[in-house]
Each structure stands twice: as C-alpha cells, then as structure tokens.
C-alpha cells in the first residue's frame, strides 16, 4: 500500500502554525533588517540581497493581521517560485514533517477569495491546526507588479 506524502516546512507565527510545501523553500535565514523600498503596502518590509538577487521580504505578521510582537529571535524563509523569489519574516521554523495526502483537508468554506486563496489546505494535529500555505498565491498580480515597480524604483536609487 502506498501512500502519496507530502513534505512540509512548519513554522510559527504568535500561536499559530502554518506550513508551505519544501520544494519552494531555497534557505531559512536569520532574520536581518530589510532595505525599506517606498510606496509598498505597510505588511513588505524591503528588500534583501540574497545569492545575487534583490528578493521582497513580506511580513506575514503583518500580511495575517497576528497580534503581538516579533520574537528577536525570528527567521527569513526564502521562496523560490519559479523565475520569482521571495522571502517571509516568520517567528520561528519549527520542523520539516511528512503529511498524507489524505490528512490535508480543503480550507472550510467560510474562506472566500484572497483568503481561500492562500491556502493549499489544513492538516489536524494533536497541538492544533496546521495551515499550509499556497506560497504562490501570498501576492495578487496586482501586488506582485507594484513589488516589482517599488523594487525597480528602490534599487534605482
């Protein structure tokens, strides 16, 4: 009997645990102090400079409206999508851990839209719900075309 697993990265962010899929993750970081770049949504932080390329850091505190402040202590996971990187302010990276494909459940239908959206799925566990993140979902188009304006302008400068 097989069994179709899934390889998750799980992560902290206040009490909550989400996790996204290991291959899109390239590097966990510590957390270093972004480069503000103007006229980006207040969840960006910046940028970084990561293996040669400039990459947005997005604040998921900020992003999920979670209450509280940044451990000292917090991490910068790196995404790699396809021809975009970009990079997550979490509160700590707790483990890789294995899912069945079965144990991932669709999000409850009360999520609409964007929220549904970023969301691939959520698994029961016996210290609570783990949400796995769609990662390449965490931007609209339109988002990710006013990143890369701000991002072209900032670097610019």
């Known amino acids: 009997m097989s069994t179709n697993k899934t390889q998750l990265v799980t992560f ?7 996790a996204a899929d290991i291959f899109t993750v390239e590097r966990v970081l510590r957390h ?9 949504p ?5 940028v970084i400079d990561y293996e040669g390329r400039v990459v947005p ?3 998921l505190r900020a992003r999920f409206s979670v209450e509280g402040e940044r451990p000292e202590d917090a991490r910068i996971v790196v995404f790699a999508l396809e021809e975009q990187w970009i990079a997550m302010t979490v509160d700590a990276v707790q483990e ?3 899912v069945d494909a079965a144990q991932l459940e669709p999000p409850p239908k009360l999520f609409r839209g964007l929220a549904r959206d970023y969301l691939t799925g959520m698994v029961r566990r016996p210290d609570g719900v783990l949400v796995v993140l769609n990662v390449r979902h965490l931007l609209t188009s339109q988002e990710r075309l006013q990143l890369e304006r701000a991002v072209g302008a900032g670097v610019a400068q």
């Open 96 to 98: 890789v851990t294995a």
């Open 42 to 46: 207040p969840w960006m932080e910046g």
């Open 12 to 18: 902290r962010l206040g009490d909550d645990l989400f």
């Open 32 to 40: 270093v102090k972004p480069r503000p770049v103007p006229d980006l």
């Open 57 to 59: 850091v997005i604040d």
